[in-house]
T-cell receptor
Framework: NAGVTQTPKFQVLKTGQSMTLQCAQD?????MYWYRQDPGMGLRLIYY???????DKGEVPNGYNVSRLNKREFSLRLESAAPSQTSVYFC?????????????FGPGTRLTVL | DAKTTQPPSMDCAEGRAANLPCNHS???????VYWYRQIHSQGPQYIIHGLKNNETNEMASLIITEDRKSSTLILPHATLRDTAVYYC????????????FGKGTRLSVIA
């Protein structure tokens, strides 16, 4: 099992450009999440999807859109990138049954907006 | 906002036990205590969780006080590879409740 995979690993954008960060999991998890982490800070939730077909805003959703493409994939889109969106983006997934408490994280996408 | 308080940093000698404290004085009866760690810039990694009993697994032990207002994560024999930021998180378990991260404790294991 690959777990949670994210592409790309690194990306540099110019202000105003758009891009989509991809995330996929092969653990048959129902729930998926997008977080961002700025230097010296903890992770902050951008959006999450409790199950296929549903998405909800987290703490910092402005400037982002998400798509739960299917059970495996959850993408994050920046429509018009801004320097304030320079960050490391982590995708995560978890099961919904009460015996599984662990949230699994991907390796992250390091995004720089110039 | 995170509902936990942790010291910003701690040092530990290699081979000694690392005891990381966490205060969660407003914890509710249905909330669990979770510990995750983040090594360098990798994605966070689950360590352990508990409700009210002490828990132990192959990575660590979790000691929760009787009133559940604080807890301690114990790494019994810290190694250099345990150098990381450790996050204490409380949340109700519903299977899909997102984790809310604070700034955590930066543990430095020193040779």
């Amino acid at each position: 099992n690959a777990g949670v995979t994210q592409t790309p690993k690194f990306q540099v954008l110019k202000t105003g450009q758009s891009m989509t960060l991809q995330c996929a999991q092969d653990m048959n998890h129902n729930s998926m999440y997008w977080y961002r982490q700025d230097p010296g800070m903890g992770l902050r939730l951008i959006y999450y999807s409790a199950s296929e077909g549903t998405t909800d805003k987290g703490e910092v959703p402005n400037g982002y859109n998400v798509s739960r493409l299917n059970k495996r994939e959850f993408s994050l889109r920046l429509e018009s990138a801004a320097p304030s969106q320079t960050s490391v983006y982590f995708c995560a997934s978890s099961a919904r049954d009460r015996t599984n408490h662990e949230q699994f994280f991907g390796p992250g996408t390091r995004l720089t907006v110039l | 906002d995170a509902k936990t308080t942790q010291p910003p940093s701690m040092d530990c000698a290699e081979g000694r036990a690392a005891n990381l404290p966490c205060n969660h004085s407003t914890i509710s009866g249905n909330e669990y205590v979770y510990w995750y760690r983040q090594i360098h810039s990798q994605g966070p990694q689950y360590i352990i969780h508990g409700l009210k009993n002490n828990e132990t697994n192959e990575m660590a032990s979790l000691i929760i006080t009787e009133d559940r207002k604080s807890s301690t994560l114990i790494l019994p024999h810290a190694t250099l590879r345990d150098t990381a930021v450790y996050y204490c998180i409380v949340r109700p378990f519903s299977g899909n409740t997102p984790l809310v991260f604070g700034k955590g404790t930066r543990l430095s294991v020193i040779a």
